[in-house]
């Protein structure tokens, strides 16, 4: 069982920087997929970053790319989503996910299985 617990959201204005941090517990998914999810309120979760821990490739929503880094430290059992260049639209809930199967669609809500309690970013104009 993986467990997951986000951290780092706050409020900033734009253009600014946040980093989220996911700590992982129970086991580090060390061939898996693991990804970066945001929600606003009447909106359905949408993919925002993801990796595999196998070999650290990625992707990333269009909406994000340039922007945010996605990366893992193994070691500290971390995931982390560094976050710059901040717009009001991204404004939302952030979660982080693990998936236990490989495939396409990195960035399908439905297709990860384990979820954190999510960490709220707000990005001022």
């Known amino acids: 069982q993986v467990r997951l617990a986000e951290s780092g959201g706050g409020s900033v204005q734009a253009g600014g920087s946040l980093r989220l941090s996911c700590a992982v517990s129970g086991y580090w998914p060390s061939r898996h997929l693991m990804g970066w999810f945001r929600q606003t309120p009447g909106q359905e979760r949408e993919g925002v970053a993801a990796i595999y821990t196998g070999d650290d490739d990625t992707r990333y929503a269009d909406s994000v790319k340039g922007r945010f880094i996605i990366s893992q430290d193994a070691p500290n059992n971390t995931l982390y989503l560094q976050m710059n260049n901040l717009l009001p639209e991204d404004t939302a809930i952030y979660y982080c996910?693990?998936?236990?199967?490989?495939?396409?669609?990195?960035?399908?809500?439905?297709?990860?299985?384990?979820w954190g309690q999510g960490t709220q970013v707000t990005v001022s104009s």
């Open positions: 996910a693990a998936r236990r199967t490989y495939g396409d669609t990195w960035l399908a809500p439905s297709l990860y299985n384990y």
